[in-house]
């Protein structure tokens, strides 16, 4: 019997119909499969993944194929978003067996979860001869295979050990050394400027002059790099960093990647000039790239930068909002069986929607052709160039988009991830202050309270929440599938699960959420957030820590895996260990800490090893230690959030801000915020306070003082 027609992940809610007797990740399953004297089959997706579509329609809801796996193999599915602990090691696995990876994922292990076969995709027949070839070497070779697993566990574990040794080491001399306990900042700060100009040097290379981004197809949003150049250009003017930045966000705002009618990017770009999308949207793609996108405009008041920066807010608000305050994770690819298909045009369908002269704009405007730029003649919608005639523009985007909605939409993947939440909350905070948009401060404030209500339960996070219930199979829905089936209830049963019932946050959402909510606090003035961060950091610092400045991605009291997953490098999203850096020394320069200050250098340590080998997973530190290199700036701003003069230097304080700046806003008759205490108004006029690694420059009360206040340091 299928069990999970219980779980709050809408991917495993996707296959709880098949004929696939599925199990969640469990102790249950494991130990059905030793008492069955099986092998395990993992497979390992998420909602919006095509491929993993594909092999359920092939395989998984097939019943001769189901009836295959049900007779030879314990299956369990596995949402990689849900529980990214699990997926970390078996692609670790994946990778080292295979030398590649991806979705969906299919791992054949022992009942004691030690992998012996990995793949991903398999078409039908090659997937039913792969579970029988399995199954006959289980019976036939049992001493070979298990002896297989032991060593590809050893070495894999090993592998792990020694890889974040040689980062943390580095180079002879690349890494940041401990002196007295601690790191100290003029060490730090001319090991940072090194690696910065190297990776700068080192990005230049790679980038692609004619079409933005870097390397060849399929391109991916380059978001944390992004991030470091403008923060790198804002410090030294650098006119290659801004380049790059610059160059890249106007090719992907203007192509496929960017949904030209209602905003949003998709996934990435099969093709080297940012033509045709993989659809799917996610939403860490869009709040790394909406918070991109509004620093561009800060630092070069390009009104590209500015339009897709709040057009990306407005669609995350429309799109992936939901009804309890959150941020859906994301939108399917897919639509009626077909990628695509719901986002694409052809000429006659805009001549039949806008009538032939509008139908005949658009065809010039968005660069669809008769051949078609995607499949089957259709066109995938650009922008190349900005017509002078934007009102007529405007109706043409206003009718197509009330035309597309009569398709079928994606499906969408409505689950609360916390970390994307916080990387989420961050982008809304600011966008809302600096784009005057109040919605977008409101609905950074709903998310960050969901969180704070549902995802913390007992100063731990948990990682996912659907409909205001945190994530992972319920516990009545797993024991009526056991019942049913004769055996013990199969929910997720170690310490990995909060009180809640929820999966386990990791390491990036303890980082990206305090994180989102340090910014919140700055923009609101709400202290608690503040308090709730530092309380975040703590568990990471304790729980996550490795007892040498790094980190892990899993906690101390987490469920025990066959190795402990710590990827200090980044991927799609901001790397536990660069993000957790970014947030301590935020917290750090609020709270007047010194220790917090440390520890965020001690996570940097793998940074000079990450920049040196492959600068673009690196991205993330790399940020972070420009913000180290400029201080970070620490603004109090102080006054009546009544008082227009107040509005005006909160706003100024951060258009202005160099890179990593941290703002606290009060109104001078509390101090909750460190950052704040002793600081009032400056002969009854609203103020603000200007400081740097704790040390403070006199008050200012003008916008044109803090400004001038803000100018980098030399």
């Not at 002269?357 to 968005?366: K, L, P, Q, T, Y």
Request: some cysteine; charged content about 20%; hydrophobic content about 45%.
């Amino acid at each position: 019997m299928n069990r999970l027609r219980n779980s709050t992940s809408p991917y495993l809610l996707q296959h709880a119909d098949n004929p696939v007797d599925w199990w969640p990740w469990s102790d249950e399953a494991f130990a059905e499969a030793a008492r069955r004297d099986v092998p395990v089959m993992l497979s390992v997706g998420y909602a919006a993944c095509h491929w993993c579509h594909v092999m359920a329609h092939e395989s998984f809801e097939d019943p001769q194929t189901a009836a295959l796996v049900n007779s030879h193999v314990v299956a369990v599915k596995v949402d990689r978003e849900e529980r990214p602990d699990v997926d970390a090691v078996y692609m670790t696995a994946t990778q080292a067996m295979t030398g590649q990876g991806g979705w969906p994922m299919t791992v054949f292990m022992t009942p004691d979860r030690e992998p012996f076969f990995c793949g991903t995709y398999f078409p039908r027949d090659q997937f039913r001869q792969l579970v029988l070839n399995i199954s006959r070497a289980w019976r036939e070779q049992r001493d070979d295979v298990v002896d297989r697993a032991k060593q590809i566990v050893a070495a894999l574990a090993e592998n792990v050990s020694a890889t974040t040794r040689a980062l943390r080491d580095g180079a002879p001399g690349a890494g940041l050394a401990l002196a007295d306990g601690g790191f100290g900042d003029d060490q730090a700060g001319v090991r940072f400027r090194e690696v910065a100009d190297a990776a700068v040097a080192a990005l230049a290379r790679e980038y692609d002059g004619a079409k933005g981004g870097f390397g060849g197809a399929p391109k991916f949003p380059p978001s944390m790099v992004l991030e470091f150049l403008l923060r790198h250009h804002q410090r030294t003017g650098s006119p290659d960093a801004l380049g790059m930045a610059d160059g890249t966000c106007e090719a992907m705002a203007r192509g496929g990647m960017f949904d030209q009618l209602g905003g949003g990017f998709a996934r990435y770009s099969v093709d080297a000039s940012w033509v045709v999308p993989h659809f799917e949207k996610m939403l860490y793609d869009n709040a790394l790239l909406a918070r991109v996108y509004l620093n561009l405009w800060r630092r070069t008041g390009s009104e590209l930068a500015r339009r897709v920066a709040e057009e990306t807010c407005d669609w995350m608000l429309r799109e992936l909002g939901t009804g309890e305050g959150g941020f859906a994770a994301s939108l399917d690819a897919d639509s009626e069986g077909e990628e695509g298909k719901f986002y694409v045009w052809r000429p006659a369908e805009l001549r039949t929607v806008l009538g032939p002269d509008d139908g005949e704009f658009a065809i010039r405007v968005f660069g669809v052709t008769e051949r078609g730029t995607f499949e089957h003649g259709a066109s995938v919608l650009q922008r190349r160039t900005d017509p002078e005639d934007a009102g007529r523009l405007a109706r043409v985007r206003s009718a197509l988009l009330a035309a597309r909605a009569s398709r079928v939409r994606p499906a969408r993947d409505d689950k609360v991830v916390a970390a994307w939440n916080g990387l989420a909350i961050a982008a809304f905070a600011e966008a809302g202050l600096l784009l005057g948009r109040p919605d977008f401060i409101a609905a950074a404030h709903d998310a960050a309270a969901l969180l704070a209500a549902v995802h913390l339960a007992d100063g731990r996070l948990i990682r996912t929440s659907r409909d205001g219930i945190a994530g992972g199979a319920s516990a009545e829905g797993a024991a009526a599938g056991g019942a049913a089936a004769g055996d013990a209830a199969p929910g997720s049963s170690s310490t990995a699960d909060g009180a809640a019932g929820g999966p386990a946050g990791v390491l990036e959402d303890y980082a990206c959420v305090a994180e989102g909510f340090l910014t919140l606090s700055g923009v609101t003035g709400e202290a608690r957030w503040m308090t709730l961060a530092g309380e975040l950091l703590e568990v990471a610092l304790a729980a996550f820590g490795d007892g040498a400045g790094g980190f892990y991605d899993t906690a101390a009291d987490g469920e025990p895996m066959i190795f402990r997953p710590a990827e200090p490098a980044d991927n799609a999203t901001p790397s536990g260990t660069f993000a957790v850096a970014a947030a301590l020394l935020s917290y750090s320069a609020l709270a007047g800490s010194a220790r917090h200050r440390e520890a965020a250098a001690a996570a940097l340590g793998v940074l000079p090893a990450i920049a040196a080998r492959y600068p673009r997973a690196a991205g993330t530190g790399l940020a972070v230690a420009e913000a180290w290199l400029a201080g970070p700036a620490e603004i109090a701003v102080v006054g009546s959030p009544a008082d227009e003069r107040t509005r005006a230097l909160h706003e100024t304080a951060l258009r202005a801000a160099t890179p990593g700046a941290v703002l606290a806003l009060g109104d001078g008759t509390e101090a909750a915020v460190p950052l704040l205490t002793g600081r009032g108004l400056v002969d009854g006029a609203p103020a603000a306070y200007v400081c740097r690694q704790f040390t403070c420059l006199a008050p200012v009360t003008t916008p044109e003082q803090l400004r001038k206040a803000l100018t980098v340091p030399s």
